[in-house]
C-alpha cells in the first residue's frame, strides 16, 4: 500500500516551453501533496503544500506564476513549470499524505515519496 | 526553526563492516526525526521513524537509529555493511501536522561500501 507514482519519469524540453508532471495517489486518497525540488549532489527543498480544495502554499523564494500547482482530485496533484528556463533542469519530486488516521493503515502524518521526474531545459 | 545537521557528505565502509551515519538535530520542541534513503534517480524511501514511543528504533534493512536527547542526536547504525547499502541517506525532521507540516531534509550523506 502507499504507493505514489510520477510521469513522466524524465522529460527534455526547450527553453520556454511548459512541462506539466502528475503526481498520483495510487492506492490511498491523499489529502495532501507536497512538490520538492533536487538540485544535483544537494538536498531536497520543499517548493509548495497543497491540500486539496484549497490552493498551494509556496515556500519563500517559490516563485508560484512560475510553478503552478493544481491538486485535482484526492489522488492527482500536477506541477507545471511555465515557460522553463535551464535553471529550471532539476529531480522533482513529489510525496502525499493520507488525510485519515488509520485510513488503510497509514499513519495520518507519513509522507510517501514518488520516484521522482528529472526535469532537463535545453 | 527545527534543522538537521548531517556530518560527513560522504562515507566509505568496507562491506561486512559497521555502518555509521551522523544526524544532529535543532528542535525547541520534541522533535520526529526520520532517516530516508535514496537510490539514483529515485525517489525517496523510509527507513526509520522517532516519533516518541522509543528511543531506539528499529528499521528496514537492517538499520536503526537511537535518539539522544542529552546529544540531540539521531545517528544510523547497521553492524554489518552490505553492498546493496550504497546510496544516499537523508535524516530529517518534521514540524507540525497533518497537512500543514513541513518535513527539513539534511544535506545528505553518501555511503560507498567497498568489496
Redesign the interface.
Known sequence: GAVVSQHPSWVICKSGTSVKIECRSLDFQATTMFWYRQFPKQSLMLMATSNEGSKATYEQGVEKDKFLINHASLTLSTLTVTSAHPEDSSFYICSARGGQPGLAGLSYNEQFFGPGTRLTVL | AQSVTQLGSHVSVSEGALVLLRCNYSSSVPP?LFW?VQYP??????LL?YTSAATLVKGINGFEAEFKKSETSFHLTKPSAHMSDAAEY?CAV?VG????????????TKLQVIP
Not at chain 2, 41 to 46: I, R, Y
Not at chain 2, 97 to 108: I, R
Open positions: 520526529y530516508y534517480n529515485q525517489g525517496l524511501q523510509l521513524k537523508f518534521r501536522s497533518g497537512g500543514y507540516q513541513k518535513v527539513t531534509f539534511g544535506t545528505g
